[in-house]
Structure formats: structure tokens, C-alpha cells
């Protein structure tokens, strides 16, 4: 099965600008879709497609993708944004889903 | 309003089973796929099982295959997980969790139920 790839943790000064990464292969065929989890809740859909947001989402959250990377920026970072975020695709070798390993975001 | 309800989690001993369940409402249950994800204490997102509108496709990760069993009923808006031969590494949160309209992201979750196995 593919994998994706994401750093484990990321920080950002409140207000400032952060992107989170994802690499893999299967992101050379299929869009990322990015997933906000805080502590003790399901995971929350916040970017799909080549950069979509469900309703409710803030437009400070936005996504882009290049090659076998996907990034998911958010302009001017909210202390509420503090949590986990998972990428995640079609898997390309077989299987319908893979997952990022996640990255913890803490707003300084 | 789009709910998916998972219940069935508990204590169960190493080598034991258990039956999960996922109650989905707000949509036509009989026309998407359906997913079970699975995150254990203090990890990230898993991707376990998942099942075709029609259960005509069936997918498992390579961790629970030849252990757990993903089946669903659209006439009772259900989707289902039988976990046999289940190990301590198989404790985590369970999501069930709906495809998006043309398949390409997860667009709901449920809530999750919390799977622990130990003796």
C-alpha cells in the first residue's frame, strides 16, 4: 500500500501564516483531502478536492498540491486551529484509502 | 442532517470478538460506500475496511485481513464490523465514516466507539 508523509508536529505564532505538508506517490494521481481533529472529537473535514472547503469552514484554511506534495495553508492562524491534521487520499497501490501519519499544530 | 452513530465498542480479552455497528441517517444510506477508521491511544488515522454501496467491493487493510468482517444492510441503514481474533494492538477509537458523492474524500464521520482489548 502507499504512504503519505507529514511532519509531526508544526508550530505558528498567532496570526501568522503555516503550511502542512503531505508527500506521497498517490498524490501524483489523486487530491489530498485534509482532516482537523482536536482532542477527544472525530476528525472534522476542512480541505478536498484541488481546494475546496465544506460549509463552515473558515476561508483562512485553503489547500494547493504539487507533484507528489500537498500542502494545507492557513492565512493568519487562530488559537482555535491548535490541533491534529491528517492528510489523506486514494491509495494508488490497491487499497481505497491511505492516511498521513498526522501533525500536531500548536498556536504560540 | 447527515448522523452516523457507531456502537459495540467495550472491554474484550485478547483472542475474544466483537460486533460493531454504525447507524447512519440523513442520506440515502444505500448509495455510498462506507468505511470503517480506526485510531488507537495516542496515534494517528487508520484506515481499516471498507464496502461498495451494493457490498459488491470489499476492501481490509492488511492488519485486520482474515480477522474482521466489514458488511452492511441498506434496509436498515447499518453498516457493521465483526472483529474476531482480536489482539491488544487492535485497541483504538472506531469511525465509521461516509464516502464523499463521487468517492474521492471521506466527507462525514461518526463520533467513534472505543475498542479495548486486553485481559
Redo the contacts between chains.
Keep these: ?1 502507499s504512504e503519505l508523509t507529514q511532519d509531526p508536529a508544526v508550530s505558528v505564532a498567532l496570526g501568522q501564516t503555516v503550511r502542512i505538508t503531505c508527500q506521497g506517490d498517490s498524490l501524483r494521481s ?2 489530498a ?1 485534509w ?1 482537523q ?1 482536536k482532542p477527544g ?5 476542512v480541505i ?2 484541488k481546494n475546496n472547503r ?1 460549509s463552515g469552514i473558515p476561508d483562512r484554511f485553503s489547500g494547493s498540491s504539487s507533484g507528489n506534495t500537498a500542502s494545507l495553508t492557513i492565512t493568519g492562524a487562530q488559537a482555535e486551529d491548535e490541533a ?1 491534521y ?1 492528510c ?1 487520499s ?1 491509495d494508488s497501490s490497491g ?8 501533525t500536531k499544530l500548536t498556536v504560540l | 442532517e447527515v448522523q452516523l452513530v457507531e456502537s459495540g465498542g467495550g472491554l474484550v480479552k485478547p483472542g475474544g470478538s466483537l460486533r460493531l455497528s454504525c447507524a447512519a441517517s440523513g442520506f440515502t444510506f444505500s448509495s455510498y ?1 462506507m ?1 470503517w ?1 480506526r485510531q488507537a491511544p495516542g496515534k ?4 481499516v475496511s ?1 464496502i461498495s454501496s451494493s457490498s459488491s467491493y470489499i ?1 481490509y ?2 492488519s485486520v485481513k482474515g480477522r474482521f468482517t466489514i458488511s452492511r444492510d441498506n434496509a436498515k441503514n447499518s453498516l457493521y464490523l465483526q472483529m474476531n481474533s482480536l489482539r491488544a494492538e487492535d485497541t483504538a477509537v472506531y ?1 465509521c465514516a461516509r464516502d ?1 458523492d463521487y ?5 462525514h ?4 466507539t472505543l475498542v479495548t482489548v486486553s485481559s
Design positions: 500500500s489523486y487530491y483531502s482532516y481533529q472529537q472525530a476528525p472534522v473535514l478536498y478536492g465544506p491534529d491528517y489523506n486514494r487499497n481505497p484509502w491511505v492516511f498521513g501519519g498526522g | 460506500s468505511n477508521v494517528g488515522l487508520e484506515w471498507s476492501y487493510a492488511d469511525y464523499s468517492g474521492d474524500y471521506l466527507v464521520w461518526g463520533q467513534g
